[in-house]
Structures are given as C-alpha cells and as structure tokens.
C-alpha cells in the first residue's frame, strides 16, 4: 500500500495528447483516475451490435469493392520463428503480384515481420518501397520483445531503433500486459512513449507505431477500453488487437469497442487513430464483416490503408478465391493459389 | 387411441453432419404406396451454396482418407454392409413406399445393395495389383507405375426411380469411387432420395470419416452445372445425368481438366466393374535405380 501511493505521486512521460487531455499534472494518479473514470462497456449491448453489424448481405459489385478493399487494407504477415529470408522473398512476391492470373489485383498495404527480417523485406521489395512509388508497399516490423514483450526497457527499444534503422516504416509494439493488469498504467504509458521516441529517424521524422493491446490476455471489454485510451494517449498511431499467438485473437465486438474509442478521440481532438485487428480472420466473409463494422462506426474515410489494417496470412488466400469466383462464375479451389 | 406418426426430417449429410440446407428449402418426396406411416415427407434441397460447403468438407477429408491403407478401406467398407444388413427392414419399407415396388422386391435391392459393398470392400487392396504395374525400361531402374486416387468426385447418382432402383443406383455410383481413397459429393435420385439420405445414416455410423461422403438431395439440374465447373472437384461422374443437359455439363467439367464418366441408362447402369474403381484414379509412375554390387 504504501509502495502504492509513493508511486501514485510519480510524474509519467509528459506525452503532449495526454497533457492534452488530462492536464499539465501528468502523474499516475491523474493518469489512473482518467482511465478508471472512463465508463464501463455495455457487454451485452456490445456484442448484439456486433452481431448485427455481421448479417449485412455483401453481394456482386459490393462485394468486388469489399474484396479489393480488404487487400488494398492487408498487412501480409509472416511470424514464425521458421522465418527465413528466402520465405520473406516469397511473401514479397505475393504482396507484390497477389494473383499472378489476374494483374488487376491490387497490392497489399504492407508485410509484417520480425524485426530481422527487415532488410531482406526491404532489400525484395526494390523500388515498389520508394516513396511515392504507386501501390507502394510498407515494411511493418514487431518488435518490442514480440509476442510476450517480457524485456528489459533497454531490450525493447534497442530492438525498435534497430528494426527502424533497417527501413522499418511501421512498428507494431506490444504493451507489457502484465504490467496493465496490475494497474501500473504509468509504466505501460512510459513505455508506449519511450518506444515513440525510438521510432524517429535521423532526419526527424517516425515510423508509425502500432500499438498491440492483446486483447485476449486483458480478460474484459473494459480493459480493452482502457487500454485503448492508454494506448492512444500515449501517442500510438493505431492500435492493434492482437499479436495473432494468443487465443482468442481479434473478435469483432472487441475490434467494436476499439472503433469507439477511436471514434471518440476524434469527436474530442479531430485526430484520426487507426485500428488493425489481427489474428484469426481468414475468410473474406469475416473480412467484410469488419468492413462494415468500421463504415458504420467510424466513417467510410477510415477504409484506408493508413487508417484501417487487417493483420493477416491466410485470408489474402481466401478474398483472391472469392475474386477468382466472381471473375469466373465458377468455384475456385486451394489449388490455384500458393501454398504459404 | 392411435399414436401419432413422427415423422422423420431427411437432411443433408455433409461433413459427418446431417444439416438443412443453407436455403431453408425442403421439396416434397410423396409416397407412391399407402403403407408408410405418412403419405408424403419433405427432403431437404440442396443449393449451389450446400455443394460448395459439400466439396469444401470432401476436399478436407481426402488426406485422411486416402492415407489410409487400402486393407483399412476394405474394412470401412466391409463395414457398411455390416451395418446395412442390420438395417435391412427399414431400408426395404422406405424404398417399398417411394418407388411403389414390393416389400420383396425392395428386399431384393438391399440385399444386392449390401452385396454390392462387400464385392467393392475386397478390391479396396487389391486394385492396385491388377490396375498398377512394374514397368520394364531398358536402364538398371525399377519402373513401377501405381493408381492414385483422383481427389474428389461429383457424382450424379441414377435419378429413375424404377432399375436399378434408388439405393442399388446409389451404391453402384458411389462404392467404386470410395476404393481407392477419393472422397465423393454425390446427388441422389431428385424423386426418390430417402434411402440414399438413410443410407448417410448408415456412413455416419459405420467408421466412414466425415466428408468421405456427402449427399446432397435436391435438384440435379441446379446444383451439378456448380459441381462441374468447381476448380476443387477432381472428377465428375454423370451416371445419372442422361436427363439433364448432360453435354454442358462435361463442357463445364473440361475448363479444369476433370475426368468425366458419362451416362447409362438401364438396369445395368452403373454394373459393377474394376474399371469404375479405376477411372478415379491417377497412375503415379515411379524410377529408382537398381543396387549395383
């Protein structure tokens, strides 16, 4: 208890939406009662509009545009320890040419990999990583001790500044999530800045950071709130579902719930905050679940690559399988896309 | 006091399930003799979306079954007319009252039918001595050449209700392409689909993996152009297609380069034959080098 209330006092990163925000007194305390003060998750409600939002019918020319959509949205992730620079070359490939039978597919948003993966990712992709190439490719990176983010602080801003050293454009972070459960939100806040810091580059500019909540280690709708808040106060660009190693991954009602923060930050302060749910979406059918999802709460202008991510490896399979059968007329099969 | 009938829903069976369809459709199949307990019962009817989620459990089972050994096959299959046989009575009174036959000579049918599945369950590790073969090169390899099963298989059951009635139709189509270890999405007689659609009952309890066989009741004429055009169906047979229009069918079926059998028509239909087993096969040709001492 007292260890409690001596840190309750401490000041926290002095991030400017925060200041913002809460005010000039940025300490844990302000920073708890801001977090704890915002209201409870309707669950129930929660996951009824979810559900609702998932019977739209999507069918011909709609259904095209969600298809294009989702790919235009994919981050094309690849994050096994098996990883090699020979199975980066090849997600490249397919990022770059999606369909080889079809060349009007568009390209994916980005590919996402370990943070030594990076100059292979880079060095594949050529010139479709310039800026200002048409249909340029970014090049995500987790870092942060991913997927436990069980490191020293030095470790995990070392592994962010390397992997944006590397040509990283994109950082997805995790937060410590057993720090959040034990409501040291002050020591994830630090750290979400810390990382911020470690994203900018020489000449000044930053990488954009994802912030990876996993969402199904944080248990409640209202933790998944909370930390949504944290997450963006904080400075994160976009806030992330999941890392895709823990189960459940991305839910729609969690995703839901994380569209009305973002929703919310920008009634309160005009900025735009984007969302990638990841892990666990691998038919085109979910996929357009989200679309509408995010249409409905958010605004159609958030169905862009810089606002709206899926995080994914096996759906891009599955949305070039429904584009080949609205070509075609016919059923397509696994066999007529690569084995990943 | 009478005890009121209940009467049985007749679904799908798809992936070891017994589903409604997707469409909530259900066709009526009316009895053509007064000795069943209800005069008509209602099937469900399958739609295009039923077949792709059929073709989708098929292709899902083929690993597991054609990994199996074929000794193992033969057992499954055995297995079948094990249970067949202990079910003989309800099956001869379903196909008594649907296709307005005697109870004898709907017995008839089942017994050829169960017959039928212990004849194709003995070629289950035997085909592949008659149809492969040790090839003679002139080289110090061996040469072997072995049939493969082909994947999946659509298969248009016989549709007449009459010869050779809709059971034996269904196993005669069916049993042959089992053997080898394909997996099979099969439409059975439109008219007469209640003993194929009991017969799943029968696969479902019998050691048959799910998706080995899916049954698909409904209409020939909508759901088989689906199955012909499918990318993920490997081969097509059109047994029972002599009615539709059975030519766009195989045209549908050559844009992916499946194998197609086509109709018969007759109380031979279908008769059982090594060729049947066969022509769902791929033969896979194999060299390796002789030792040299």
């Not at chain 2, 000794?71 to 046989?85: F, K, M, S, T």
């Not at chain 2, 000579?105 to 050829?112: F, L, S, Y």
Request: charged share 20%; hydrophobic share 45%; proline share 5%.
């Amino acid at each position: 208890m007292t260890m409690e209330t001596t840190r309750a006092g401490t000041t926290v990163a002095p991030a400017s939406r925060a200041l913002d925000v809460i005010g000039g007194d940025l300490t844990e305390r302000s920073l708890r009662r801001y977090l704890e003060g915002i209201p409870g998750v309707d669950a129930v409600g929660l996951e009824a509009r979810a559900a609702a939002l998932g019977t739209r019918s999507i069918k011909t020319t709609s259904k095209a545009w969600a298809l294009d959509t989702i790919i235009r949205l994919t981050d094309l992730t690849t994050l096994e320890g098996a990883d090699t620079p020979g199975k980066v070359r090849s997600l490249v490939a397919k990022a770059m040419v999606p369909d080889p039978d079809d060349m009007s597919t568009p390209r994916v948003a980005a590919v996402c990999v370990y943070g030594d993966m990076v100059p292979h990712a880079v060095e594949a992709l050529g010139s479709a990583h310039d800026d200002g190439a048409p249909g340029r490719i970014n090049v995500a990176a987790v870092a942060t001790a991913f997927p436990s983010g069980r490191a020293s602080r030095s470790v995990k801003l070392s592994d962010t500044s390397d992997a944006v050293a590397a040509g990283a454009d994109e950082i997805d972070m995790v937060i410590d999530r057993g720090a959040f459960l034990s409501g040291r939100y002050g020591q994830v806040f630090d750290e979400i800045v810390a990382v911020k810091e470690a994203c900018k580059r020489p000449d000044g500019t930053y990488a954009h950071l994802k912030v990876i909540l996993e969402t199904g280690e944080l248990n409640t709708y209202d933790n998944v709130r909370r930390a949504s808040w944290l997450g963006i106060l904080a400075g994160g660009d976009f806030i992330k579902t999941s890392t895709g190693k823990v189960t459940p991954a991305a839910t729609l009602p969690v995703t839901l719930s994380m569209l009305e923060v973002v929703r919310d930050w920008h009634r309160l302060t005009g900025e735009k905050i984007g969302v990638k749910p990841a892990g666990g979406i691998r038919a085109s059918k979910d996929a357009i679940k989200y679309l509408v999802t995010v249409a409905e709460t958010v605004g159609e202008e958030w169905l862009q690559p810089d606002l709206f991510r899926f995080g994914a490896s096996s759906l891009l399979n599955d949305v070039l399988l429904q584009r080949q059968k609205l070509t075609s007329g016919r059923y397509s099969g696994p066999a007529y896309v690569t084995i990943d | 006091m009478s005890r009121l009938a209940v009467p049985k829903t007749y679904k799908l069976y798809v992936g070891g399930k017994f589903i409604r369809s997707e469409s909530g459709r259900v066709y009526e199949v009316a009895t053509t003799k007064g000795s069943f307990s209800v005069s008509s019962v209602n099937a469900a009817k399958a739609s295009r979306k039923d077949a792709r989620d059929a073709v989708v459990a098929a292709r899902a089972a083929v690993s597991g079954w054609s990994g199996t050994t074929g000794y193992n096959r033969g057992q499954v299959l055995y297995r079948i007319a094990e249970i067949l046989d202990g079910r003989r009575a309800q099956f001869a009174e379903e196909i008594a009252a649907f296709e307005g036959v005697s109870v004898s000579t709907a017995t008839a049918q089942v017994d050829e039918a169960i017959d039928l599945w212990v004849w194709y369950a003995g070629w289950a590790d035997k085909y592949v001595q008659v149809a492969g073969n040790g090839n003679a090169v002139s080289g110090p390899f061996f040469n072997l050449s072995v049939p493969e099963p082909t994947g999946v298989v659509a298969v248009i059951a016989p549709q007449g209700a009459g010869v050779p009635g809709s059971l034996l139709g269904f196993v005669r189509a069916v049993a042959p392409v089992l053997v080898s270890g394909n997996t099979a999405v099969v439409i059975p007689s439109e008219r007469a689909p209640l003993a194929a659609l009991s017969l799943g009952e029968v696969f479902a309890t019998s050691d048959v993996p799910a998706g080995v066989v899916n049954i698909l009741s409904g209409s020939p004429a909508e759901i088989a152009p689906w199955l012909a055009a499918h990318a993920d169906v490997n081969a097509l047979d059109l047994l029972g297609a002599g009615e539709l229009e059975w030519v766009d069918l195989q045209i549908a079926a050559a844009d992916t380069l499946k194998r197609v059998l086509p109709p018969e028509q007759g109380p031979d239909a279908g008769a059982p034959s090594l060729d049947r087993i066969t022509f769902f096969t791929e033969t896979k040709t194999v060299w390796h080098t002789k030792g040299l001492l």
